[in-house]
């Protein structure tokens, strides 16, 4: 297997979910989820950057990718409008809680997870979804080991996930602490984009890093200010 196997939001999905009781852990993973479909449309040639207005995006392709949560992700952008912020694009998707229903049943009817209920102070249920199948989270972790703590090319997808992934606190939730902070210099370089070639497409998905930045930002500093 290969990380291209997995979509960038199932990769980070994964990797948010304990193992065993199939709870999810990391901060504003929700933000990052929608940031993931946002980069996996720009990489499919779906979204392009508008020519006339930088960060921006255009509709490069109308078909169907054939991936519900992308397709369900793709109408809920369009409703919002295409040349929107990709800011309020990533705003829009992370608070419609019912867009990742998809995500989680393609990788159930793919036996990588399974759907069990839990009692929640003995009245409610809530749905978690343990590992049922690890092998996939274990070589998209070997994957990313190699390119961050060894010497392997970093790809579009790579810069990606470990710049969302260091984002959501994701990053020290699975993989070695001592490693990390050995390879603190590399990895930055590898969530900033360095290790790319400076094409349309990376431009691109440098702006949707930097727009789920801000939207983290400022989803913060708002929830503790409402709660």
Not at 32 to 48: H, N
Not at 70 to 87: R, Y
Not at 162 to 180: G, H, P, S, W
Request: proline share 4%; charged share 30%.
């Amino acid at each position: 297997m290969t990380i291209q196997d997995l979509t960038l939001a199932e990769g980070l999905l994964l990797l948010a979910l304990k193992d065993d009781t199939g709870e999810r852990t990391g901060s504003f993973v929700e933000y990052a989820l929608a940031g993931s479909a946002l980069a996996e449309l720009v990489l499919r040639g779906v979204l392009a950057e508008a020519p006339d207005k930088p960060a921006h995006f255009i509709l490069a392709d109308d078909r169907p990718t054939g991936d519900r949560y992308l397709d369900d992700c793709l109408a809920v952008i369009k409703e919002k409008g295409v040349t929107s912020s990709p800011k309020k694009l990533i705003e829009k998707l992370a608070g419609k809680k019912h867009l990742t229903v998809p995500l989680y049943e393609g990788l159930i009817n793919r036996g990588i997870l399974h759907r069990q209920t839990k009692k929640v102070f003995f009245f409610f249920d809530r749905k978690v979804y343990p590992e049922a199948d690890p092998t996939h989270e274990a070589a998209l972790k070997a994957h990313l080991e190699e390119v961050m703590f060894g010497n392997s090319e970093v790809s579009a997808r790579d810069t990606i996930l470990v710049a969302f992934l260091q984002q959501t606190e994701l990053l020290r939730r699975n993989f070695d602490k001592e490693k990390l902070k050995a390879h603190k210099a590399r990895i930055k370089e590898i969530a900033e984009g360095e290790h790319l070639a400076a094409t349309a497409t990376v431009e691109t998905i440098k702006a949707v890093r930097a727009a789920l930045m801000t939207a983290i930002i400022v989803a913060a500093v708002i929830v503790p200010a409402t709660s």
